[in-house]
């Protein structure tokens, strides 16, 4: 069996792909930062819900260019220093 190609995170559509390491979600402006793994590098993105009329749920685009860290911790620092204050999982 396959895996599936999208999940649903925090109300829209992810696509399954790189291994996530750590996600904080702000609510208030509904947006999602991400810190994946590229190698040996941490790349941390930023993701606002688009709507795409092809999906019934609203799917996960960037919404602004990533960052490359070499640790996981600047790569979280980075993204709480962006997002300011949200929930972390």
Do not use: C, N
């Not at 291994?19 to 606002?48: K, M, Y």
């Amino acid at each position: 069996m396959m895996p599936p190609m999208f999940v649903e995170k925090q109300g829209g559509l992810w696509p399954d792909g790189g291994p996530t390491t750590f996600e904080l979600f702000d609510e208030t402006r509904q947006l999602l930062g991400v810190v994946s793994t590229r190698g040996e590098l941490f790349l941390a993105t930023i993701h606002e819900q688009r709507v795409d009329p092809q999906w019934r749920l609203p799917v996960w685009g960037e919404h602004a260019p990533g960052s490359l860290f070499g640790s996981r911790e600047e790569a979280i620092r980075y993204l709480r220093w962006t997002l300011g204050a949200g929930t972390s999982r």
